[in-house]
């Protein structure tokens, strides 16, 4: 039923009615995973979805680098019509085996967010350690399909130290350890990818912390550190600057205000958040918000999200309340 009304609002003109009147609104759309394969149930977006998006895009919007919608965004003037930037968390190579080559056939430019000690082999990002133990035979409970987004809540609240012990007595727990060589599907690019990927002029780099803490967890003392120390060791690695940052997870929950604050005065440029939304006069650089881009975002439904109609939607559920207060207050003046 659903999906029928939203062929019958696309058929209507209502997709593109949404598009038009929202056309000064910047679209940053997030993806993390690519895989070359359809996979049921999966996250990733797969070659050919991804395809299918960058047509979509082609057609009806013009692809810039994030950092043109920041320049526009800083010196006050209105965003170019239909414009919308790409961008991808975390430094995974999956980016670079099945995204970077379309970038290049499309020529499309896009930000890659890179956690620098997973770039640096140091370790994996700590919620793919997770995701692999949720994909093992003996996984734990907590882990079941119907329950890891609560897990994952729930670990979002801890301190570093204390997740970290957590996930570890959860792997020791059913006999596993995790391997000392990151699996293919987890493993992330070596900076020679993403030199190669920033020398085409295609792909900022830009940071996503050392280790990909959620920001809420940290003082304002350890926060500053992961966003000055992964600046610095992206810079070494690539020879280059790095002037976007990318909060983990990104929800209005999991960073404070001092640590806004902190970004602007790391020197970054902007920031991006998690949080739904287009960006716009009125938004701020350092916490852009952004339109989440996964497995299951069907031609249709990226439709919806890309052209503005989930954004109104939003806009309308938000004002609904508000509506109906100031109505009922007429009624008892």
Request: aromatic residues 10%; contains cysteine; glycine residues 8%.
């Amino acid at each position: 039923m659903k999906r029928m009304a939203l062929r019958l609002m696309r058929g209507c003109g209502m997709f593109a009615f949404a598009r038009s009147t929202s056309a000064n609104k910047a679209r940053i759309l997030m993806y993390h995973n690519f895989s070359g394969l359809e996979q049921v149930g999966s996250d990733d977006v797969s070659v050919a979805a991804a395809r299918k998006q960058l047509e979509y895009l082609r057609r009806h919007f013009r692809v810039v680098p994030l950092a043109h919608i920041r320049e526009q965004l800083e010196s006050g003037r209105r965003v170019d019509p239909g414009s919308v930037a790409l961008t991808i968390d975390d430094g995974r190579r999956n980016c670079y085996d099945h995204l970077f080559p379309l970038l290049k056939e499309f020529a499309m430019p896009a930000t890659f967010f890179v956690v620098s000690s997973f770039i640096r082999g140091e370790d994996w990002i700590w919620t793919d350690k997770v995701l692999w133990l949720s994909e093992q035979p003996s996984r734990p409970s907590e882990l079941s399909p119907d329950k890891i987004d609560g897990f994952f809540r729930s670990l979002n609240r801890m301190r570093p130290e204390v997740r970290n012990a957590r996930i570890q007595d959860m792997a020791g727990a059913i006999g596993l350890s995790f391997p000392s060589e990151i699996p293919a599907k987890y493993a992330p690019c070596s900076w020679g990818e993403l030199r190669e990927m920033a020398d085409s002029g295609l792909m900022e780099i830009g940071s996503h912390t050392v280790s990909h803490p959620i920001l809420a967890s940290l003082t304002d003392e350890e926060s500053m550190l992961e966003l000055t120390i992964s600046r610095r060791q992206i810079e070494e690695g690539l020879g280059r600057k790095v002037s976007s940052f990318c909060f983990p997870n990104g929800k209005p929950c999991d960073y404070r205000a001092t640590q806004v604050q902190q970004i602007r005065d790391a020197g970054y440029d902007c920031a991006v958040a998690a949080s739904f939304g287009m960006a716009g006069a009125e938004s701020d650089r350092f916490e852009l918000p952004r339109i989440g881009v996964g497995g299951k975002s069907d031609e249709l439904t990226f439709a919806k999200c890309l052209d503005g109609v989930e954004y109104y939607q939003a806009k309308l559920q938000r004002s609904l309340p508000v509506m109906a207060r100031r109505a009922e207050s007429k009624v008892f003046s």
